[in-house]
C-alpha cells in the first residue's frame, strides 16, 4: 500500500468535505412541486415528503353574517404607539392592529461599531405586515383597532401586562401580552367573544412577518435564513423559492414556526389548540409571512374562546431556548456534529465564564481536544518516523519485484509485520480530528456567544474573518489576514517537520498543502482559524518531542 496515496486521498477528502460545508450547509430541503394558480393553497404532509402529488386545499366557507362581512369599530382618533421596556429589550406595539412595530435588543448590536445602535428583530414595515397581527374570520389584521387600557406597559414586580381590546357588529376581540423583564419570551393570550345574535364561524390566524436580520458575513452568508418550523421531532427549513408563487402550507399542529437568521429569530409557539395548520407565503423579496391558524371555530352568541400563544424575539442560545421548552432549542441544529458540537459549546461558555474571553476559551478548548488525541497522535508520529526508516528497504524491494506487483504487495506487507510498522498509522489521528474540526467549524459559526466577540489587538469578532486593517482597501481581502497567515506558515513549519515516506517530486506536491489550506482559511470565522493555529503549534511541539527522543 502506498502510504502517500493514503494520506492524499484523506486530504481531498477532507477538502471535500470544508467546501461542502462551507458553501452549502445550512440549505432548505428539497423542493416541494408547486401549483402554478396563485389563487390556491398547496397542502403538504406533516413530514413535507415530495414523493406525493400536492393536493389542493380550499379555503373554509364563512357562514352567513360572519365576520368576513363585519367592519370592525374605530374610535375617532388616531392609534397610540405604546412602549415595553424590560431589562432584555425596549418595544413598541401600535393600537393599529395590536402588533409589534419594533423589538430591539439591549445586550446584541446590530454591528460591531462602537456606536451601533441595539438588534432592531422587526425588520418589517405596515406596508408589508407586521408581527404579531391577528385575524378571526374573515377580519382582516391591520382593520381591526386595538384600544389599549394604559399608555404603557405596568409593571408588577417582575410581571408586566397589556390589554387591548377591539370590537364590531357582532365580534369582541381582546389581546393581552404578558411580559418578563428578565425574559425574552411573551405571552399572548387572544380571547375572541360573539356579542351577535347569530353564530359566527372562523379560524384564529397570528401572523408573523418576517425579513432578513443583519447578521451575514463572508464566513456565515451561506447559512439559512427564513421560514422555519418544528413537526414531529425534526426541524425543517423551508426554501422561500418554494412558496414564491403559492401559498404553502403544512397541515398539523407545529411545536413552533420561526422566522430565523444563523443568530436571532422571532417564534410563535401555539399553546393547546391555537394551531392546527401553518400558512408561508412571499410578501415580497426576502420576506416571509407565516400564519399559524386553528381549526374552524364556531361561536354561538355570547359564546367565546381563547387563543394562546408563545412569543420569542431574542438569540438562538441554547441554554435561553431550551428554557423556553417547545422543542424551540432545536432551532439550533449542528448535524451530523451535534454529539460533539454540544459538549464543546459548554467548554467554550465554562471557560468564557472563568477568563471572560472567547478567544481564551478557544484555545484551551483546543488544549484540552490535543490532550485527547494526545496518545493516539504519539503513536501515528512514531508510526511515521519507523516508516520513513523502513523506506530504503521498501525502494529496494519495490526495484526487485518491479515486474511482479503481487508479490510486490506481498513482500511490503511482510516488511510492515517484521518491523510491526501500521502504514495508516499516520493518517488515523487527522481522520479522527476532522468530526472535532466541523463540530467546532459549525459551532464558532452558528452560535451567538461568539458574534461580536473580541479576542486581542486586531481581532474583535470572532465569528468573521479576521482583518487587520492598515489603511488601504486590499483587493478582495480589505486589510490582512494577519492570523491566517501564522496559521499558514504553522502548517508549513509542521509540514517540514513530519516524516514523510515520499519521494522528493511527492514531497513538494505536500509542501504545497498549506498554501491551499491558508487560501481556503482567508474567510473562515477567525475562531476557527485560531483553533487551527494553536493545533497546529501543539503539533509541533509534540513532533519535536518525539524527534528529542529519537536523538537520545
Same mark, same amino acid.
Given at each position: 500500500?502506498?502510504?502517500?496515496?493514503?494520506?492524499?486521498?484523506? &486530504?481531498?477528502?477532507?477538502?471535500?468535505?470544508?467546501?461542502?460545508?462551507?458553501?452549502?450547509?445550512?440549505? $432548505?430541503?428539497?423542493? #416541494?412541486?408547486?401549483?402554478?394558480? /396563485? @389563487?390556491?393553497?398547496?397542502? !403538504?404532509?406533516?413530514?413535507?415528503?415530495?414523493?406525493?402529488?400536492?393536493? +389542493?386545499?380550499?379555503?373554509?366557507?364563512?357562514?352567513?353574517?360572519?365576520?368576513?362581512?363585519?367592519?370592525?369599530?374605530?374610535?375617532?382618533?388616531?392609534?397610540?404607539?405604546?412602549?415595553?421596556?424590560?431589562?432584555?429589550?425596549?418595544?413598541?406595539?401600535?393600537?393599529?392592529?395590536?402588533?409589534?412595530?419594533?423589538?430591539?435588543?439591549?445586550?446584541?448590536?446590530?454591528?460591531?461599531?462602537?456606536?451601533?445602535?441595539?438588534?432592531?428583530?422587526?425588520?418589517?414595515?405596515?406596508?408589508?405586515?407586521?408581527?404579531?397581527?391577528?385575524?378571526?374570520?374573515?377580519?382582516?389584521? !391591520?382593520?381591526?383597532?386595538?384600544?389599549?387600557?394604559?399608555?404603557?406597559?405596568?409593571?408588577?414586580?417582575?410581571?408586566?401586562?397589556?390589554?387591548?381590546? $377591539?370590537?364590531?357588529?357582532?365580534?369582541?376581540?381582546?389581546?393581552?401580552?404578558?411580559?418578563?423583564?428578565?425574559?425574552?419570551?411573551?405571552?399572548?393570550?387572544?380571547?375572541?367573544?360573539?356579542?351577535?345574535?347569530?353564530?359566527?364561524?372562523?379560524?384564529?390566524?397570528?401572523?408573523?412577518?418576517?425579513?432578513?436580520?443583519?447578521?451575514?458575513?463572508?464566513?456565515?452568508?451561506?447559512?439559512?435564513?427564513?421560514?422555519?418550523?418544528?413537526?414531529?421531532?425534526?426541524?425543517?427549513? #423551508?426554501?422561500?423559492?418554494?412558496?414564491?408563487?403559492?401559498?404553502? @402550507?403544512?397541515?398539523?399542529?407545529?411545536?413552533?414556526?420561526?422566522? *430565523?437568521?444563523?443568530?436571532?429569530?422571532?417564534? &410563535?409557539?401555539?399553546?393547546?389548540?391555537?394551531?392546527?395548520?401553518?400558512?408561508?407565503?412571499?410578501?415580497? *423579496?426576502?420576506?416571509?409571512?407565516?400564519?399559524?391558524?386553528?381549526?374552524?371555530?364556531?361561536?354561538?352568541?355570547?359564546?367565546?374562546?381563547?387563543?394562546?400563544?408563545?412569543?420569542?424575539? $431574542?438569540?438562538?442560545?441554547?441554554?435561553?431556548?431550551?428554557? !423556553? $421548552?417547545?422543542?424551540?432549542?432545536?432551532?439550533?441544529?449542528?448535524?451530523?456534529?451535534?454529539?460533539?458540537?454540544?459538549?464543546?459549546?459548554?467548554?467554550?461558555?465554562?471557560?468564557?465564564?472563568? %477568563?471572560?474571553?472567547?478567544?481564551?476559551?478557544?484555545?484551551?478548548?483546543?488544549?484540552?481536544?490535543?490532550?485527547?488525541?494526545?496518545? +493516539?497522535?504519539?503513536?501515528?508520529?512514531?508510526?511515521?518516523?519507523?516508516?520513513?526508516?523502513?523506506?530504503?528497504?521498501?525502494?529496494?524491494?519495490?526495484?526487485?519485484?518491479?515486474?511482479?506487483?503481487?508479490?510486490?504487495?506481498?513482500?511490503?506487507?511482510?516488511?510492515?509485520? /517484521?518491523?510491526?510498522?501500521?502504514?495508516?498509522?499516520?493518517?488515523?489521528?487527522?481522520?479522527?480530528? +476532522?468530526?472535532?474540526?466541523?463540530?467546532?467549524?459549525?459551532?464558532?459559526?452558528?452560535?451567538?456567544?461568539?458574534?461580536?466577540?473580541?479576542?486581542?489587538?486586531?481581532?474583535?469578532?470572532?465569528?468573521?474573518?479576521?482583518?487587520?486593517?492598515?489603511?488601504?482597501?486590499?483587493?478582495?481581502?480589505?486589510?490582512?489576514?494577519?492570523?491566517?497567515?501564522?496559521?499558514?506558515?504553522?502548517?508549513?513549519?509542521?509540514?517540514?517537520?513530519?516524516?514523510?515516506?515520499?519521494?522528493?517530486?511527492?514531497?513538494?506536491?505536500?509542501?504545497?498543502?498549506?498554501?491551499? %489550506?491558508?487560501?481556503?482559511?482567508?474567510?473562515?470565522?477567525?475562531?476557527?482559524?485560531?483553533?487551527?493555529?494553536?493545533?497546529?503549534?501543539?503539533?509541533?511541539?509534540?513532533?519535536?518531542?518525539?524527534?528529542?527522543?529519537?536523538?537520545?
Amino acid at each position: 500500500m502506498d502510504i502517500y496515496r493514503t494520506f492524499l486521498a484523506i &486530504i481531498i477528502s477532507f477538502l471535500i468535505l470544508i467546501g461542502y460545508q462551507y458553501f452549502f450547509v445550512g440549505f $432548505g430541503p428539497t423542493e #416541494v412541486p408547486l401549483e402554478t394558480s /396563485t @389563487t390556491q393553497t398547496e397542502v !403538504v404532509s406533516p413530514e413535507l415528503t415530495t414523493s406525493a402529488p400536492a393536493q +389542493i386545499a380550499s379555503s373554509p366557507a364563512v357562514v352567513p353574517g360572519s365576520a368576513a362581512a363585519v367592519q370592525m369599530d374605530r374610535p375617532d382618533r388616531v392609534a397610540k404607539t405604546l412602549l415595553v421596556d424590560t431589562d432584555f429589550y425596549t418595544a413598541t406595539l401600535t393600537e393599529e392592529g395590536g402588533a409589534l412595530t419594533s423589538f430591539v435588543l439591549k445586550d446584541y448590536k446590530e454591528t460591531n461599531e462602537t456606536d451601533s445602535p441595539g438588534m432592531q428583530m422587526v425588520k418589517v414595515d405596515g406596508t408589508q405586515g407586521l408581527p404579531m397581527e391577528f385575524s378571526w374570520g374573515g377580519v382582516a389584521p !391591520v382593520s381591526t383597532f386595538y384600544a389599549a387600557q394604559s399608555d404603557n406597559v405596568r409593571f408588577q414586580g417582575n410581571q408586566g401586562t397589556l390589554v387591548m381590546k $377591539g370590537q364590531g357588529n357582532g365580534l369582541e376581540i381582546e389581546r393581552t401580552y404578558g411580559f418578563s423583564k428578565d425574559s425574552y419570551v411573551m405571552n399572548l393570550a387572544i380571547r375572541v367573544k360573539n356579542v351577535s345574535s347569530a353564530a359566527l364561524q372562523g379560524a384564529a390566524e397570528l401572523h408573523q412577518t418576517g425579513a432578513p436580520f443583519r447578521e451575514a458575513t463572508a464566513a456565515n452568508r451561506f447559512l439559512f435564513t427564513g421560514a422555519a418550523y418544528y413537526l414531529h421531532e425534526s426541524k425543517e427549513e #423551508v426554501d422561500s423559492d418554494d412558496f414564491e408563487s403559492v401559498a404553502l @402550507t403544512v397541515t398539523a399542529p407545529v411545536d413552533w414556526a420561526a422566522y *430565523e437568521g444563523t443568530y436571532f429569530m422571532n417564534a &410563535i409557539l401555539p399553546m393547546g389548540e391555537s394551531a392546527s395548520s401553518l400558512t408561508m407565503q412571499s410578501a415580497g *423579496e426576502d420576506i416571509v409571512r407565516m400564519k399559524v391558524s386553528s381549526n374552524l371555530d364556531t361561536l354561538q352568541p355570547g359564546e367565546e374562546k381563547i387563543y394562546s400563544y408563545q412569543l420569542y424575539l $431574542g438569540p438562538k442560545k441554547l441554554d435561553i431556548l431550551k428554557s !423556553v $421548552g417547545s422543542n424551540l432549542n432545536k432551532a439550533v441544529n449542528f448535524g451530523w456534529f451535534d454529539v460533539i458540537a454540544q459538549p464543546t459549546l459548554f467548554l467554550l461558555n465554562f471557560f468564557y465564564g472563568i %477568563f471572560k474571553n472567547y478567544g481564551i476559551a478557544i484555545i484551551l478548548v483546543t488544549i484540552i481536544f490535543k490532550a485527547i488525541f494526545w496518545p +493516539i497522535t504519539q503513536k501515528g508520529l512514531k508510526s511515521m518516523k519507523n516508516m520513513q526508516k523502513l523506506q530504503p528497504k521498501m525502494v529496494k524491494l519495490k526495484e526487485k519485484y518491479k515486474d511482479d506487483p503481487t508479490k510486490m504487495n506481498q513482500e511490503v506487507m511482510n516488511l510492515y509485520k /517484521t518491523y510491526k510498522v501500521n502504514p495508516l498509522g499516520g493518517c488515523l489521528p487527522m481522520v479522527l480530528q +476532522i468530526p472535532v474540526f466541523f463540530a467546532l467549524y459549525k459551532v464558532l459559526l452558528m452560535c451567538v456567544e461568539l458574534r461580536h466577540a473580541p479576542f486581542m489587538f486586531w481581532i474583535n469578532d470572532l465569528s468573521a474573518p479576521d482583518r487587520l486593517y492598515i489603511g488601504i482597501d486590499l483587493p478582495y481581502l480589505g486589510g490582512i489576514p494577519v492570523l491566517t497567515l501564522l496559521m499558514g506558515g504553522s502548517m508549513f513549519l509542521q509540514q517540514k517537520m513530519t516524516p514523510t515516506t515520499a519521494d522528493p517530486t511527492q514531497a513538494k506536491i505536500m509542501m504545497f498543502l498549506p498554501v491551499v %489550506f491558508t487560501f481556503m482559511f482567508i474567510n473562515f470565522a477567525s475562531g476557527l482559524v485560531l483553533y487551527w493555529f494553536v493545533n497546529n503549534l501543539l503539533a509541533i511541539f509534540q513532533q519535536q518531542m518525539i524527534n528529542r527522543q529519537k536523538k537520545a
